[in-house]
């Protein structure tokens, strides 16, 4: 190594960049095995994420010790879903290294960049949920709460997505072919979990409430974790995830022996199929119940070490809810209540009132979604099957919760039939947002309109029977990886306006950039760092599609799973509309727009493959035009995830948020977007709501029906009507239908254009229209450049609401309860 230029002499938390080049050299010998002379890429970047990581461990370490000391109330999150993103860039920022690796980098001849490019992201989940835990975990390890996650090790992430002929396909996501330096397996703590079997009476139990199950099968669960570092404090918090192995006697060595080599390892890929994948495909009865023995996986191996853990410093029962607090992130680990009522009563032999009482002081449910198809359930045949022991406890608790309900409601059978946790038509299931509401202390929802829906409609009968229990915490999200991490340039900017970098955990402060709105050469500064953004950006999309786009164009995105409610279709025939008007007006002077979709429909989802189809499709006919290519360009960027994100996010000029109004929870893209100066087209919907009403109606673009005027309109709607009556919509229809999409093909897509002019489900043809003309008021106001980038900077300003430390910190006051523990500094 030369050392050719003075260094600095710089000490951080990350200590000396010496000591960081030494243990950097070592690690590279001693744990790769090799020199600086012969490291490949992978040994580079496996080196410099180790030497990273042990900067984290010593923290980890103390805060362990702080835990321990404090016997704190803890937090435990259950998600079945994590998508943590990159780990390599956000370690270097929270340790304070950063500054240390580009020098060294230079010196070793390789960039930082191209080390990065095998840092791989773990993609454990699929989107919004899965990103919001991972925000949340950031921010409570910020907020030094006590805190672990807990999930499932999905060997293969969420799918890549690639297009052949325009179609998805889904690659398998092998994300720890290179291994995962950022994890620590923890063997010592591996947990033993049951399946199927039988049930049978506890003899000395004259109540019956208790009995004993003997599974049929079992399956270890093996723990490893990676570690959740605080942003400016040395608390680091850990997500442990489980992976499901084969119990040691799984393989049949006799069979072996006889040259039975498939049989003989059976019971094995059966047993660690269960973490193979996240939400298996639940078309078929095999696909259902593996996605059911993966959410007892993950509760049976959390809730044993959720215990384990209480009583390092506990004993008895008594004090648990006082000491463990679980968050049900959605249905998916709810099964976690009845599991902590058999090991009370079945395991550790406390009367049934005392473990329901314990077991309803210990959780909380947080719910994400309103529509009803997504509100999970199971067939009772299949729990029955599965885990016998549970249907039991699951009878009865709803047997005692009733008798509760008829106390209230005397005589009243239908309140019964709707409250109860059962469904008996058409076929028995057990309804899981039922059991959570019942099994818990706090329900809530995830934006202002979702809480107050959920009371309304999907969970009324609940909201009226306990009133007190549900509450609302708005969404948020992380502002180190959104935007200190995603964009440095603004940080920058924003850091030198405001004259520290307080704002990155104090984000309301952003509100004293709004007195910048006014001052030019901010602005000019402003739009420079955007060019810049989208410059990276068109690098991307060239590399990736091949597609030329015009960074000076306005950038307008929509980002997020595909999905019927959030609308894709509408926003698509928006952009059939721009093109049918410069085919019409070739002359026309439009403001040139780049069109950016990005997202992953679900393998088995159909219309939203077909869509997606369709989108590459006009794609590719828009941006072969040789008019319409000068003003218009579309995109569907493949293989979203949170990478991609962090380019998207600071590039965007508009968010589209165009939901139909009711239909989404919360949406948290729409936070992101906004922080990074994106204005918002969008519904009343989610937290746009909120959005708008902080960032001023007169800085985002409103359309369309609200979530009355929708559930009003539904009850007597034709969307024929709308495209009978509206010759640019009928125009844009029309264009799908005659196969110019398809090189003349008109069956291809003519399920698209069924499931419009048939049902129109989510109404898009309804808001076809104000869309439309709010899309055109927003090609207004981007000519005025000023106007536009004092929007761009008043959404930013305006948006630090959207914090997920203020997040957590509601969760704490509201329904936690817990406070910080602080650890000793580095
Ligand atoms: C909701 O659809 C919300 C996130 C996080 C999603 C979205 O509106 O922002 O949760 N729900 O709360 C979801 O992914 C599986 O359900």
């Given at each position: 190594?030369?050392?050719?230029?003075?260094?600095?002499?710089?000490?951080?938390?990350?200590?000396?960049?010496?000591?960081?080049?030494?243990?950097?050299?070592?690690?590279?010998?001693?744990?790769?095995?090799?020199?600086?002379?012969?490291?490949?890429?992978?040994?580079?970047?496996?080196?410099?994420?180790?030497?990273?990581?042990?900067?984290?461990?010593?923290?980890?370490?103390?805060?362990?010790?702080?835990?321990?000391?404090?016997?704190?109330?803890?937090?435990?999150?259950?998600?079945?879903?994590?998508?943590?993103?990159?780990?390599?860039?956000?370690?270097?920022?929270?340790?304070?290294?950063?500054?240390?690796?580009?020098?060294?980098?230079?010196?070793?001849?390789?960039?930082?960049?191209?080390?990065?490019?095998?840092?791989?992201?773990?993609?454990?989940?699929?989107?919004?949920?899965?990103?919001?835990?991972?925000?949340?975990?950031?921010?409570?390890?910020?907020?030094?709460?006590?805190?672990?996650?807990?999930?499932?090790?999905?060997?293969?992430?969420?799918?890549?997505?690639?297009?052949?002929?325009?179609?998805?396909?889904?690659?398998?996501?092998?994300?720890?072919?290179?291994?995962?330096?950022?994890?620590?397996?923890?063997?010592?703590?591996?947990q033993v979990v049951g399946f199927y079997g039988s049930t049978a009476?506890?003899?000395?139990?004259?109540?019956?409430?208790?009995r004993q199950w003997t599974p049929a099968e079992t399956v270890r669960g093996?723990?490893?974790?990676?570690?959740?570092?605080?942003?400016?404090?040395?608390?680091?918090?850990?997500?442990?995830?489980?992976?499901a192995?084969a119990s040691?006697e799984s393989?049949?060595?006799?069979?072996?022996?006889?040259?039975?080599?498939?049989?003989?390892?059976?019971d094995?890929?059966q047993a660690?199929?269960i973490?193979?994948?996240?939400?298996?495909?639940?078309?078929?009865?095999?696909?259902?119940?593996?996605?059911l023995k993966?959410?007892y996986f993950?509760?049976a191996c959390?809730?044993r070490?959720?215990?384990?853990?209480?009583?390092?410093?506990?004993?008895?029962?008594?004090?648990?809810?006082?000491?463990?607090?679980?968050?049900?992130?959605?249905?998916?680990?709810?099964m976690?209540?009845t599991e902590?009522?058999r090991l009370?009563?079945d395991e550790?032999?406390?009367?049934?009132?005392?473990?329901?009482?314990?077991?309803?002081?210990?959780?909380?449910?947080?719910?994400?979604?309103?529509?009803?198809?997504?509100?999970?359930?199971?067939?009772?045949?299949?729990l029955e099957r599965l885990l016998p022991r549970h249907m039991e406890?699951?009878?009865?608790?709803?047997?005692?919760?009733?008798?509760?309900?008829?106390?209230?409601?005397?005589?009243?059978?239908?309140?019964?039939?709707?409250?109860?946790?059962?469904?008996?038509?058409?076929?028995?299931?057990?309804?899981?947002?039922?059991?959570?509401?019942?099994?818990?202390?706090?329900?809530?929802?995830?934006?202002?309109?979702?809480?107050?829906?959920?009371?309304?409609?999907?969970?009324?009968?609940?909201?009226?029977?306990?009133?007190?229990?549900?509450?609302?915490?708005?969404?948020?999200?992380?502002?180190?990886?959104?935007?200190?991490?995603?964009?440095?340039?603004?940080?920058?900017?924003?850091?030198?306006?405001?004259?520290?970098?307080?704002?990155?955990?104090?984000?309301?402060?952003?509100?004293?950039?709004?007195?910048?709105?006014?001052?030019?050469?901010?602005?000019?500064?402003?739009?420079?760092?955007?060019?810049?953004?989208?410059?990276?950006?068109?690098?991307?999309?060239?590399?990736?599609?091949?597609?030329?786009?015009?960074?000076?164009?306005?950038?307008?995105?929509?980002?997020?799973?595909?999905?019927?409610?959030?609308?894709?279709?509408?926003?698509?025939?928006?952009?059939?509309?721009?093109?049918?008007?410069?085919?019409?007006?070739?002359?026309?002077?439009?403001?040139?727009?780049?069109?950016?979709?990005?997202?992953?429909?679900?393998?088995?989802?159909?219309?939203?493959?077909?869509?997606?189809?369709?989108?590459?499709?006009?794609?590719?006919?828009?941006?072969?035009?040789?008019?319409?290519?000068?003003?218009?360009?579309?995109?569907?960027?493949?293989?979203?995830?949170?990478?991609?994100?962090?380019?998207?996010?600071?590039?965007?000029?508009?968010?589209?948020?165009?939901?139909?109004?009711?239909?989404?929870?919360?949406?948290?893209?729409?936070?992101?977007?906004?922080?990074?100066?994106?204005?918002?087209?969008?519904?009343?919907?989610?937290?746009?709501?909120?959005?708008?009403?902080?960032?001023?109606?007169?800085?985002?673009?409103?359309?369309?029906?609200?979530?009355?005027?929708?559930?009003?309109?539904?009850?007597?709607?034709?969307?024929?009507?709308?495209?009978?009556?509206?010759?640019?919509?009928?125009?844009?229809?029309?264009?799908?239908?005659?196969?110019?999409?398809?090189?003349?093909?008109?069956?291809?897509?003519?399920?698209?254009?069924?499931?419009?002019?048939?049902?129109?489900?989510?109404?898009?043809?309804?808001?076809?229209?104000?869309?439309?003309?709010?899309?055109?008021?927003?090609?207004?106001?981007?000519?005025?450049?000023?106007?536009?980038?004092?929007?761009?900077?008043?959404?930013?300003?305006?948006?630090?609401?959207?914090?997920?430390?203020?997040?957590?910190?509601?969760?704490?006051?509201?329904?936690?309860?817990?406070?910080?523990?602080?650890?000793?500094?580095?």
């Open positions: 190594m030369t050392d050719a230029r003075p260094r600095p002499k710089m000490r951080t938390v990350g200590g000396t960049l010496e000591a960081f080049e030494q243990d950097l050299i070592s690690n590279l010998y001693y744990q790769r095995g090799t020199t600086l002379e012969s490291a490949s890429g992978p040994d580079g970047y496996h080196t410099l994420a180790v030497t990273v990581r042990d900067r984290l461990v010593g923290r980890y370490a103390r805060t362990a010790a702080a835990h321990y000391q404090a016997n704190p109330r803890f937090v435990y999150y259950l998600s079945a879903e994590y998508l943590l993103g990159r780990q390599l860039r956000q370690n270097l920022l929270y340790t304070g290294t950063e500054q240390f690796v580009r020098p060294i980098a230079e010196d070793l001849g390789v960039s930082l960049e191209e080390l990065e490019a095998y840092d791989v992201e773990p993609g454990l989940g699929n989107g919004g949920l899965g990103r919001l835990a991972a925000c949340l975990l950031d921010s409570m390890a910020t907020l030094d709460i006590p805190a672990v996650g807990y999930g499932i090790r999905y060997e293969f992430g969420i799918f890549k997505q690639a297009f052949r002929d325009g179609a998805q396909v889904e690659r398998p996501d092998d994300w720890t072919f290179y291994g995962n330096p950022w994890e620590f397996p923890a063997p010592d703590d591996r009476p506890a003899l000395d139990d004259p109540s019956g409430l208790r093996e723990p490893s974790h990676m570690l959740v570092p605080g942003y400016g404090t040395p608390t680091v918090n850990i997500i442990r995830l489980w992976q192995r040691r393989f049949d060595l006799s069979r072996f022996g006889a040259g039975q080599y498939k049989e003989a390892v059976e094995i890929v660690e199929n973490s193979k994948v996240l939400y298996p495909d639940d078309s078929t009865e095999q696909g259902r119940e593996l996605r993966q959410q993950l509760v959390s809730l070490d959720i215990i384990r853990r209480y009583r390092l410093r506990n004993t008895g029962w008594d004090a648990f809810p006082a000491k463990v607090v679980i968050q049900l992130n959605d249905t998916h680990p709810v976690a209540i902590l009522m009370l009563v550790y032999r406390l009367d049934w009132d005392l473990a329901w009482s314990i077991t309803r002081r210990t959780f909380n449910y947080t719910c994400h979604t309103l529509l009803p198809e997504a509100l999970e359930t199971w067939s009772v045949e299949l406890i699951i009878y009865s608790i709803n047997h005692f919760f009733l008798q509760e309900v008829a106390a209230t409601y005397p005589g009243d059978l239908d309140k019964m039939r709707r409250l109860s946790i059962i469904q008996e038509y058409p076929e028995k299931r057990v309804r899981m947002a039922h059991l959570a509401v019942v099994g818990s202390t706090a329900v809530n929802g995830v934006a202002e309109l979702h809480t107050r829906l959920l009371a309304e409609t999907t969970l009324r009968d609940f909201a009226e029977l306990w009133p007190q229990k549900f509450h609302n915490v708005t969404n948020g999200v992380t502002p180190r990886r959104f935007v200190r991490l995603a964009n440095p340039r603004l940080s920058e900017l924003i850091t030198e306006r405001l004259g520290d970098e307080g704002w990155l955990t104090d984000l309301e402060r952003l509100d004293r950039l709004a007195g910048a709105a006014d001052d030019p050469a901010f602005l000019e500064r402003w739009r420079e760092v955007k060019r810049l953004n989208k410059v990276d950006l068109t690098h991307q999309v060239e590399r990736s599609t091949g597609v030329v786009v015009d960074p000076d164009a306005l950038c307008d995105v929509m980002i997020k799973r595909f999905h019927e409610y959030k609308r894709q279709h509408l926003k698509l025939l928006h952009v059939i509309t721009l093109f049918n008007r410069l085919r019409e007006m070739p002359e026309m002077d439009m403001v040139p727009r780049t069109v950016l979709f990005g997202g992953k429909a679900a393998p088995g989802y159909h219309a939203m493959k077909l869509l997606i189809r369709l989108v590459n499709a006009v794609a590719e006919t828009v941006n072969t035009d040789p008019v319409v290519s000068r003003h218009l360009k579309v995109v569907l960027l493949p293989d979203y995830n949170v990478s991609r994100a962090q380019v998207i996010i600071p590039a965007a000029d508009l968010s589209e948020q165009i939901s139909l109004a009711g239909k989404e929870a919360s949406g948290t893209g729409n936070m992101k977007l906004a922080l990074n100066g994106a204005v918002t087209i969008g519904t009343l919907d989610g937290a746009n709501i909120e959005i708008r009403d902080r960032v001023g109606a007169e800085n985002f673009f409103l359309f369309g029906l609200d979530a009355q005027q929708a559930v009003d309109l539904r009850r007597h709607y034709e969307p024929r009507a709308y495209y009978e009556r509206d010759p640019e919509l009928r125009a844009a229809v029309d264009a799908i239908a005659s196969g110019v999409f398809a090189k003349g093909d008109r069956s291809l897509f003519a399920p698209v254009v069924d499931a419009m002019l048939g049902r129109d489900e989510y109404l898009a043809l309804a808001d076809y229209r104000a869309y439309v003309e709010c899309q055109d008021a927003v090609a207004t106001a981007w000519r005025d450049r000023d106007r536009w980038t004092r929007m761009s900077v008043l959404n930013a300003a305006r948006t630090g609401f959207f914090s997920s430390d203020r997040t957590v910190r509601e969760y704490c006051d509201k329904i936690w309860r817990v406070d910080p523990v602080r650890v000793e500094p580095d």
